[in-house]
């Protein structure tokens, strides 16, 4: 079975000017919510772009479901529902027209469309504007429209380019919430930068910076790789018995603390030392110095911080980030991280 | 069979559609059809009483072929392939399963068949009018023939500048550069071709010829013998030099044939050579658009 994507040294420069991607090698598993995560500019929508043979690749080759992208592969976007950001939808039209429209390109015949696109109005809660033309619809509006457009098809694949982009938080919800059931039959690829999204729904991840895949694979293989073995204590109490706590603890085996506020103690459990017995002995010592502990925060949860200590690494690594690797022994990018 | 084909031209015909009545909404071609009507209708009352029908029509034609209703439709061209009409090209039909080729050959379909539409709509009556209405001027034999090949070459013109168009969209992107690139190109043509001695395919020379092609019959058959005509300048050419042989004078030399710019009448018209003339270029263009766009990110 060959996997939802898959790209090999996939490449694009503009004019030998730009680098948007850089040698690009990625594996997306049949089935995964996966998260394309970068900052802005970092080569996210190119890649999807050159998926979808929008763009053509300057070297390298990528494929979906095992057929090869380009200019007029019909059998890739045939098995792609695109969602591109804030979509430049045509605004003379009315959703049901517009959705019509796509079910012909699609080659969908009038008996399967017409029902479908009735189906697919009322499960992204737009049933009530059908009468309504799309340049008046809101941001909203037009990326729930957006979102059924790209299911039209009923593709196997769905690639969602920055989908939450602009919502108000109960149409984000919304849109979380369908990308989590859209995941439950099909592939999906969203492409963001919001860390939280990608906590929320991915299951599998893609780091991009400058172009670069700097990691794939599951989330939870990112979380652990850049585990940092630190809790925070949200403590309340006054500041003299919270420098007693930090004085006691600081005598327990295998820790290291300091105080980051007047209310807060960071805890760092050094290698070798059991992560659950040493935040134990250091918890013991709370309600004896006049302390209430309030939350505890483990920075291993922290997407965030995983994503932010990746691109600094990347960085870190200088002239080491060339690839001296002969072709043939590229690592498939799946689970393994390729940092 | 037919169902297939119905299905495999969906995309085709879809998109075909959509641009279409796209363009009947815009204002461009309201404004456009409006201007078209107003402007033949004056050309037609202000030469109602003076000027033939051949000539007349003709004069109708022109704004098409040479200034100013070029202008729009090498801008309708231009369009779809450029500037932000792209994007949405590419967010609403490339990312689709359709093919580059269905989305140039609809857009462009689109454009040549609205333009067609406006100038059919407005030099179709038109021309019926000048034909049948009695006026008070001579009848200068203009045939059904003449009319239809007439409005099929400025037709066929029409076709290449929409492919023009879609050319310099494609290869520049930018809707005014790919204009102003038009403008520097269409009318020095006469210049371009001159140098070739392929004047008589110069939109100018074009329109001049026009009344000739409208008195021109189907057949040579029904045509009336020319013979007769040549025959009489042979003999008044005859009668002359008798004439300055008798007075004494030198024999006048025969005069040379004129080329085809030269002459008033346009006698060698030839309608193949003209619908090959523009055919062959928006083929060209139309070919090198499809190149251009294959090759083109979005």
Request: proline content about 6%; some cysteine.
């Amino acid at each position: 079975m060959p996997p939802a994507i898959r790209t090999e040294h996939l490449t694009k420069i503009y004019g030998n000017r730009l680098i948007a991607v850089n040698d690009m090698t990625l594996t997306v598993p049949e089935g995964a919510i996966f998260g394309l995560l970068g900052p802005n500019g970092a080569g996210k929508t190119t890649t999807l772009r050159l998926l979808l043979g929008l763009q053509r690749p300057t070297a390298g080759r990528a494929e979906v479901f095992g057929n090869p992208c380009g200019a007029n592969a019909v059998a890739v976007r045939r098995l792609i529902g695109y969602l591109p950001t804030h979509p430049n939808l045509p605004g003379n039209l009315r959703p049901v027209e517009y959705l019509d429209l796509l079910g012909k390109l699609c080659r969908l015949p009038r008996e399967e469309r017409k029902p479908r696109i009735a189906s697919l109005l009322r499960a992204v809660g737009l049933l009530g504007l059908t009468d309504q033309r799309i340049e008046n619809l809101s941001t909203g509006e037009t990326t729930r429209l957006g979102i059924a457009a790209s299911l039209v098809a009923d593709p196997p694949l769905l690639i969602w380019d920055e989908p939450t982009a602009g919502l108000d938080p109960s149409a984000r919800r919304f849109t979380l919430d369908l990308i989590r059931e859209m995941g439950k039959t099909r592939t999906v690829v969203v492409a963001t930068h919001i860390l939280g999204d990608i906590d929320q729904i991915c299951d599998h991840v893609g780091v991009v910076h400058e172009g670069r895949m700097i990691f794939c694979g599951t989330v939870r293989d990112m979380k652990r790789r850049l585990r940092r073995d630190d809790f925070s204590l949200d403590l309340e109490g006054s500041g003299d018995d919270l420098r007693r706590l930090a004085e006691q603890a600081g005598l327990v085996e295998g820790v290291k603390v300091r105080l980051q506020d007047e209310r807060t103690l960071a805890v760092e459990i050094l290698d070798g030392r059991p992560r659950s017995v040493a935040l134990a002995e250091v918890l013991q010592l709370v309600e004896p110095n006049h302390l209430t502990l309030q939350t505890v925060q483990s920075g291993q949860n922290e997407t965030e911080h995983a994503y932010l200590q990746l691109l600094q690494e990347e960085e870190a690594h200088g002239f080491q980030r060339f690839d001296f690797q002969p072709r043939h022994k590229d690592t498939a990018a799946e689970g393994n991280p390729s940092a | 069979m037919i169902s297939n084909l119905d299905t495999r031209t969906l995309p085709l015909r879809a998109i075909l559609q959509h641009d279409l009545w796209g363009l009947c909404q815009s204002w461009l071609v309201r404004v456009w059809l409006a201007a078209t009507a107003l402007l033949a209708a004056l050309v037609v009352m202000s030469n109602w009483v003076a000027v033939p029908s051949a000539p007349l029509i003709a004069m109708v034609l022109f704004p098409y072929l040479v200034f100013p209703w070029f202008l729009v439709v090498m801008m309708l061209g231009v369009n779809p392939t450029s500037g932000s009409r792209a994007d949405a090209m590419a967010d609403g039909f490339l990312c689709r399963p359709v093919t580059r080729y269905d989305c140039l050959l609809g857009t462009w379909l689109a454009r040549v068949l609205l333009v067609w539409g406006v100038y059919l709509a407005v030099a179709v009556p038109v021309a019926a009018i000048v034909v049948f209405a009695k006026r008070p001027v001579a009848d200068d034999g203009v045939t059904l023939y003449g009319v239809i090949a007439a409005l099929i070459v400025v037709a066929v013109v029409l076709m290449l500048q929409v492919s023009l168009g879609f050319l310099m969209g494609t290869l520049l992107r930018r809707s005014l550069l790919a204009v102003v690139m038009l403008l520097l190109l269409w009318y020095p043509v006469n210049i371009v071709l001159h140098t070739f001695h392929l004047e008589e395919l110069s939109p100018i020379s074009l329109n001049q010829s026009l009344p000739t092609l409208l008195r021109q019959p189907w057949s040579e058959e029904s045509e009336k013998p020319t013979a007769n005509r040549e025959d009489m300048e042979a003999l008044a050419q005859q009668a002359a030099q008798f004439l300055s042989v008798l007075s004494g004078g030198a024999p006048q030399p025969a005069a040379k044939k004129p080329a085809f710019f030269e002459q008033s009448s346009y006698d060698d018209f030839s309608l193949l050579r003209v619908l090959l003339g523009y055919g062959i270029p928006t083929a060209l263009s139309v070919a090198l658009a499809t190149v251009c766009f294959n090759r083109r990110d979005f």
